[in-house]
């Protein structure tokens, strides 16, 4: 009896002991998750990890849309969560993280889609978005002058923004506009800013009024408020372009082309190597096409329903010389 009691006792001290050191991710979306793939992805991505450790446990937190309280809000939750490491994503929080993280000089944190080096306790992967931009603006392009159906003789092209940040200033705009341009330099990017990244309404309306001016195709970079927009496309027989992940399904007629971040992926990969240890907090890297986290959906049967193959073609000439290093997109400082 007393070696059972004895026993009985090893196993729960050690059992305790191995929950104590089980790793808890915590998940910090500055935003909603539901409507915004990019914010979803990543969630998935630590789903992914926490199943694959026993005992691991996540928490994913929503701070929702009020950018003047995600400070405060990531205060809060790295203060009672206990985190072995925390992940967030978009290019606004690097600069939060750096502020909270003065506070908890002992938490890891990893910030996906954003840009922070030589903070020993951060660690940063910012997507090459020229890229995601010039593929999806040269497609544009192409689809503007080709006569298809839907399309008018303005060598006009729109795009659908939330608001305005560096990255989509100096990374977005630009690579989406320089695709374009490549195709004919005359063509007119027109910018519609819808000031938050929900009100699908609103979006609706801009996207109208787009399309009443001119515009053959849009490129929204509005999160949830999106619907608006390809409601308003199908309505109308007008053209999408999206960023971020698969969304042929929500208008396989009018999404001509998807661009994707393997945000998953990503996610998963950083969360298991600081969970290893292998990490390196302190470093920024940038990450693209020819490291396989960004991808233009090519092979998709509405990519290849949709888009004639010559425009298909050339546009595989593109994404064939980004990957092999021919066309390359110097980030610049942000
Ligand atoms: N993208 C979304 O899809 N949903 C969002 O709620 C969202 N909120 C953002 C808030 C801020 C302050 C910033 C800088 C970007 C946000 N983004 C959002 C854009 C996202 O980080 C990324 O740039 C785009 O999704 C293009 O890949």
């Known amino acids: 009896m007393r070696r059972f009691l004895i026993s009985l006792v090893l196993v729960i001290l050690a059992t305790t002991a191995l929950w104590a050191q089980a790793p808890r991710i915590g998940v910090f979306i500055p935003g909603v998750r539901e409507g915004s793939p990019i914010y979803d992805t990543m969630a998935k991505g630590a789903e992914r990890i926490t199943a694959e450790i026993p005992g691991a446990s996540l928490k994913i937190y929503e701070a929702g849309f009020n950018q003047a309280e995600w400070e405060e809000k990531l205060t809060s939750f790295v203060a009672a969560g206990k985190f072995t490491v925390v992940i967030t994503s978009n290019p606004s929080m690097p600069e939060l993280v750096n502020n909270v993280s003065k506070s908890f000089p002992a938490q890891k944190f990893i910030c ?62 630009p690579g989406f506009s320089s695709g374009l341009k490549a195709i004919d330099p005359s063509f007119q990017l027109d910018i519609r800013v819808l000031g938050n990244w929900f009100d699908a309404a609103k979006a ?126 110097q980030v610049p400082s942000l």
């Open 112 to 173: 996906l889609d954003g840009y922070l080096s030589g903070n020993p306790r951060v660690y940063s992967a910012l997507y090459n978005q020229l890229e995601q931009g010039y593929v999806s603006g040269y497609l544009s392009g192409l689809v503007s002058i080709s006569g298809m159906k839907g399309t008018n003789r303005d060598k006009k092209v729109g795009m659908i923004i939330g608001q305005n940040y560096p990255v989509m200033d100096k990374m977005i705009i």
């Open 204 to 329: 609706a309306d801009l996207s109208r009024s787009l399309y009443a001016s001119g515009a053959d195709i849009i490129l929204p970079i509005c999160g949830s408020a999106s619907q608006g927009v390809v409601k308003v496309a199908q309505e109308l027989g007008k053209y999408l372009v999206f960023f971020d992940d698969n969304e042929f399904s929500r208008a396989p007629d009018n999404i001509l082309g998807c661009a994707v971040l393997h945000q998953e992926d990503l996610a998963y990969r950083s969360l298991k190597a600081a969970l290893d240890g292998t990490l390196p907090f302190g470093k920024a890297d940038i990450v693209g096409m020819k490291e396989g986290y960004i991808e233009f959906l090519d092979t998709n049967p509405s990519y290849i329903k949709n888009v004639p193959a010559s425009i298909r073609k050339k546009v595989d000439a593109v994404i064939q010389s980004i990957k092999t290093g021919k066309l390359t997109f």
